[in-house]
């Protein structure tokens, strides 16, 4: 079994910065990638920035230039550095991971969600 667990997010105001955090933990033999989604009330989920192993990152167009995503293999963690922010950006924000957790079998696994709200 693995849990994913996210912590930060909250209220800020248009132009602030946040930082999310998430980390896995439980039977994980290789985790393939992190990353995070979110999504706004009325819309699909939607993938806000994920990075693999090898350290390759991926990033929704809106957030490029604005939102870091970085990893702490070590820790088994995966963070976002959300800069610049802006109210389209209001959405909860959920951590996910593919993991293997025996050499042969991998999974996805999320996390609860953490609300980020940013007012104009």
Known sequence: QVQVAESGGGLVQAGGSLSLSCAASGSIFYIVVMGWYRQAPGKERELVASLNSGGGTSYEDSVKGRFTVSRDN??????????NL?????????????VYTTPSKWDE???????????S
């Not at 696994?109 to 007012?119: A, H, L």
């Open 74 to 83: 070590a820790k088994n963690a995966v963070y976002l550095q959300m800069n």
């Open 86 to 98: 802006k109210p389209d950006d209001t959405a909860v924000y959920y951590c996910y991971a593919y």
């Open 109 to 119: 696994y999320w996390g609860q969600g953490t609300q980020v709200t940013v007012s």
